[in-house]
């Protein structure tokens, strides 16, 4: 079975900073790993994916993560946050055989002028 | 546009009452899915679809009903509304099984009072 941990429910770091939102993974299969982002009263839209081909995924909006395996980690990152950028956040995982995303409970990222 | 359209937006129901939450997608894709949304516990699992004429329950099936006659519509039933199932509601369309192209609707916020 899949389960994903998403670390710290709220994250706000100052614009320009660097944006880490944390996201661990566990899986009995290779997994197959996202990142969506969702802004208020709005659908989730796909960041990022991993599908087990190069390790660092890049995204858009200058967002990129990282595939651990010895961590079993798929950390987000961006260099520099803009005010845009404040959302909620939601890591997920499938394993390519079954038939749901397992979702992370979401982290909300304000950014702060 | 091509996507998931998800109607109603917005709805209040009362306890007891029944409703029927939209949702189709122009894209031709055999799997689609329904997810709750509820605060600080992510996207869980409703039912899902695999193809016209078949579905099969999720993670939270029970006070649901679905039904898929075509590709393209894939409603959901609510057939006495509790206050337990006020949520957002999120369908989602893929062309395959691992989630890896899916997309999602915008939603419909419901509110059971």
């Known amino acids: 079975a899949q389960s994903v941990t998403q670390l710290g429910s709220h994250v706000s770091v100052s614009e320009g900073a660097l944006v880490l939102l944390r996201c661990n993974y566990s899986?009995?299969?290779?997994?197959?790993l996202f990142w969506y982002v969702q802004y208020p009263n709005q659908g989730l839209q796909l960041l990022l994916k991993y599908t087990s081909a190069a390790t660092l995924v890049k995204g858009i909006n200058g967002f990129e993560a990282e595939f651990k395996k010895s961590e079993t980690s798929f950390h987000l990152t961006k260099p520099s946050a803009h005010m845009s950028d404040a959302a909620e956040y939601f890591c997920?995982?499938?394993?390519?055989?079954?038939?749901?995303?397992?979702f992370g409970a979401g982290t909300i990222l304000r950014v702060k002028s | 546009n091509a996507g998931v359209t998800q109607t109603p937006k917005f709805r209040i129901l009362k306890i007891g009452q029944s409703m029927t939450l939209q949702c189709t997608q122009d894209m031709n894709h055999n799997y689609m899915y329904w997810y709750r949304q509820d605060p600080g516990m992510g996207l869980k699992l409703i039912y899902y679809?695999?193809?016209?004429?078949?579905?099969d329950k999720g993670e939270v099936p029970n006070g649901y009903n679905v039904s898929r006659s075509t590709t393209e519509d894939f409603p959901l039933r609510l057939e006495l509304a509790a206050p337990s199932q006020t949520s957002v509601y999120f369908c989602a369309s893929s062309p395959n099984r691992d989630h890896t192209e899916a997309f999602f609707g915008q939603g419909t916020r419901l509110t059971v009072v």
């Open positions: 679809s695999v193809g016209a004429g078949i579905t």
């Open positions: 997920a995982v499938s394993d390519g055989y079954g038939n749901k995303l397992v």
């Open positions: 899986s009995s299969v290779p997994p197959y």
